[in-house]
């Protein structure tokens, strides 16, 4: 068993147990990489070949994902009920294929039910669903995720827990009418301890949001609704873990980390182009998407 | 156990009694005991009167604006903390406003939620169509997981608050705005799952739910006199449905009636005849004819437009007994 003792959310020291002696927390940037190439994989490996996955999105929060797990939530698989664990949403659930892949690699599951993503009676469901080990909310029709969050930031405040929670949702999620329901009542509420990642990957599935339902301002709109605004590179290690523990700083209200990001990301064919949404792989392309991941520089 | 309604008696004997006003109470009072029970409202809470909630223990009392999504969503997140949200606004806005949010963030995962639907039926007349919700049993009733409850009094709907907080997963309760006879006393047993028989026959059965129980009763006294036997069974859990209930009660006897203050579609009268699919008895639907509702100065003036009447019900029942 590891013990770490890492930066807290609240300037509480914050300590975690680790039974699963091959992982750790850390902030080492090197390491965190290597970590999100592993993710990257397990994801590909996910989708296979022949058969259709969501490739873009899993890959362009992949980074963000290893982030969390692998750095700022406080979890352990060994207690996944721990009222105090902080909570993490994947309010774009079709991109859960990078939270299975960091759950697994955690022992939250054993990582042979990777295999069985998708199939009759898995416990890998195509929408993240909480009968899953380390699933926290039923997400998938998008908008609702950043709403969950704020019911378990406010049941942390009435607890006067000090959990955070964390949500990613999607830039073209955004185009949800609830989200800006959710973004006024985390404001009204003065939920501090509740973070919005947007993976900004400025793709919808049918295209590019600019040209096909344009956001506008997506920083300004959560200014205006009163949100602590934080813009990186959803691809910069460094960047990411940073802004994670900026949040941390923030008193009085929510925060948002507009995370740009590369839909794909990873894999060569797939960057930037929506067709790969939600797409099977043929054996050329799988063995291509392996090598670029193997080829990443960590 | 029932409150004894002799011939003739019915009318005199009735107190009303306001259902929202028993739901308020009941809750602060719940509220009390339990420290989980949250309360969320949509900007209606002098209405639903979960504004007792607010006033009692503003702490544990959300005010969510007009967003409805958000308030169901919002509550699903509270559970997934171990909390007891009651989500509070009108039938239509909590069911139908939210529909998806329910069935993915609520239903889905189990999530013990409490949706409250107030001013069901057309009770709220004025409003109109807008506002009267004649579809809400139907849609609720038809998401996996959801429990529906149609309370048929003041003090029911006490004991449904009690039952619903030690009865883990989400439920859908619909209430009325207009104060309602009362129909059953304290010590009336109720039991999540259970229907209750208030009076008993032997030509007719009738299964009937929140403000029809009390037409039904009216009609009762009318057949009794012209010799006609009628069973009065109040539906108070429209689903789960008792199955083996609906059976026994329907056993022997000329025709059954199921009357609602809800759409002929989906709701209760559908609930029974899939329960009767296989049995050989005649049934006859006394609800909304799949029409939506309009505005009136009275609550009573819909009902009799709707024909949610004594008068339709004793037809329907002298036309059953007809059959040989």
Redesign the interface.
Known sequence: MIKMIGKSNFGHERVCFMEVEHLKKSRDIKWLKKMSKIIRVDILEMIGVGKKGHLGGSMSSADLVTALYFYKLNHNPKYPND?YRD?FIFSKGHSVLAQYAALAEWGYFSKSELKKTKTLGSILQGHP???TPGI??????L???L??????????K??KSNYKVYVITGDGELAE??IW??A??AN??KLDNLVNVVDNNQLQATGQIKKRYDLGDIRAKFLSFGWKTFEINGHNMQEIVDVLDSVDEVKGSPSVIIAHTVKGKGVSFAENNYRFHNAALTKEQFKQAKDDITNIEA | MILLISKHEVKKLVRKKSLREAYGRELVKAAKKDSRIVVLDADLCESTMTCYMEQEIPQRFFEMGISEQNMVSVAAGLALVGKVPFVNSFSVFTTGQPYNQIRQGVALPKLNVKIFGSSCGLSDAGDGATHQSVEDIAIMRAIPNMTVIVPVDAIETKKVVRAIIEYPGPVYVRISRTPLPILTEEDTPFQIGKMSLIKDGSDITIFACGLMVYQVLRAREILTDRGISVRVVNVNTVKPLDREAIKKYSKGVKGVITAEEHSIIGGLGGAIIEALSNQMVRVERVGIEDVFGQSAQTHKELLEYYSLTPENIIEKAEGLVKYK
């Open positions: 009222p909570r669903e909480i009968r926290e909310a039923n997400t998938g029709s908008g609702q995720g709403s969950m969050g704020v019911g378990m930031a406010l049941g942390g009435l607890d009418g609830q329901e959710a006024n009542a009204f509420y």
